[in-house]
């Protein structure tokens, strides 16, 4: 046992020239230096993709092309489906707008306009410019898209009158009435 | 390998959000307003529900020359409305149907009648049958006895067209003078009696 525990405790012989060695492999390898977030922007490297990367990406992109058209057609309405119809037919084809013939009685007023869902609520669009029919009779003929949709009359750019001859919506949010139209495609 | 997933997710992360704006609302509400509508409009979007009609609720106020408040306080409302909706109808419900459903619960009519309803007309869409709901309610009609008429219509069959219909008579004959219940009740038994128009299929 205290031969086998000398042999132990005497250090073993190592070459001099083991450590020179070492250092030189050490020295040789490529150097790992923290680059700043400017310099790996800046730096050429060379980027090794996976064939199948390339499939992944596409379809990404894919989806991402048909939820930003899901957005922006729902955000932005009619503005944005012609694009999206255009893209993917197939996908998405709304039923067209029908045209819609609005009508109120006020013999007293200068001009009329229609405004709701189907136009932003803009009394300044000129698709929804009531014309004036004789005997206080005020109408427009315009699009309006398939669903439901709250609207008023706004009579010389002041007075808001309900349709009388729609149903009538509950919402007093801005204290002012609206009617309610249910437009179906035509069949 | 740079891990392309990284830049996919970071993209779809940003794209809705960018897209979420909308031009209208920015043209015609002030800033604090516009912020707090947009947060409302994207949570809406996070819970899969219908966006523009918020969008234009706000545009409805924007145009009646609401203060910012309330015009938030109407989103946020009408949001809520909607979830309920959505909630009771299902998520089978089309954006027409959510819409038409939270203005009829605005209007006084239970979640609960709101599932009634939805039992009683099928597969059928329940849009029209809201709008005529809600205006009954609106010709002082009361809730109780306008939804009892429109759920026994629903179970009858009674086409879109012919509930239309029934909403001019009620009207006419209030304008002339008639009690709203009297008008309501009447016509609806005429429309139940009368025989099916052909093509007419009761409901599933």
Not at chain 1, 86 to 100: E, G, T, Y
Not at chain 2, 77 to 101: C, F, T, W, Y
Not at chain 2, 116 to 122: E, H, K, P
């Amino acid at each position: 046992m205290r031969r086998i525990a000398r042999e132990l405790r005497s250090p073993v012989p190592v070459s001099s020239a083991l450590d020179a060695r070492i250092m030189g492999a050490v020295r040789r390898l490529p150097r790992h230096t923290r680059l700043s977030l400017w310099s790996r922007l800046t730096t050429r490297r060379t980027v090794t993709v996976m064939p199948l990367s390339w499939g992944v990406l596409a379809a990404a992109l894919l989806v991402f092309a048909l939820l930003g058209l899901r957005h922006a057609s729902d955000d932005l309405h009619r503005a944005s489906k012609p694009i999206a119809n255009a893209l993917f037919p197939s996908i998405q084809k709304p039923a067209a707008p029908q045209r819609v013939q609005f009508v109120l009685v006020a013999p007293d007023a200068k001009k009329v306009a229609v405004v709701g869902d189907f136009n932003g609520w803009d009394a300044s669009h000129s698709a929804y410019q009531a014309q004036h029919r004789g005997g206080g009779v005020w109408s427009v003929t315009a699009p309006v898209p398939v669903g439901h949709h709250r609207y008023s009359f706004v009579v010389d750019d002041s007075l808001w009158v309900a349709d009388p001859t729609a149903p009538r919506v509950i919402d007093y949010d801005f204290g002012m009435p609206n009617s309610a139209i249910v437009v179906q495609e035509e069949r | 390998m740079i891990c392309l997933g990284r830049v996919v997710a970071a993209l779809l992360l940003v794209a809705p959000a960018a897209l979420a704006q909308d031009a209208r609302l920015s043209a015609r509400l002030d800033k604090p307003t516009l912020v707090a509508v947009t947060a409302l409009v994207d949570s809406a979007r996070g819970a899969k529900l219908p966006t523009a009609p918020l969008v234009d609720k706000a545009l409805e106020g924007a145009a009646k020359g609401s203060d910012g408040q309330k015009i938030v306080t109407a989103v946020r409302q009408l949001s809520h409305q909607m979830g309920s909706a959505k909630r009771v109808l299902g998520s089978n419900a089309g954006p027409d149907e959510i819409k038409a459903a939270a203005t009829a619960l605005a209007a006084g009519v239970s979640e609960h009648d709101l599932a009634v309803l939805r039992a009683a007309s099928g597969k059928r869409p329940l849009t029209m049958r809201l709008a005529v709901l809600t205006d009954l309610i609106g010709r002082d009609v009361p809730v109780a006895t306008a939804t009892s008429l429109v759920v026994q219509l629903a179970r009858s069959g009674v086409r879109d067209q012919d509930l239309a219909l029934f909403q001019r008579n009620v009207r006419a004959d209030i304008d002339r003078g008639a009690d709203p219940t009297a008008a309501a009740t009447t016509r609806a038994r005429g429309l139940v009696l009368r025989p099916a128009s052909p093509g007419t299929k009761p409901s599933e």
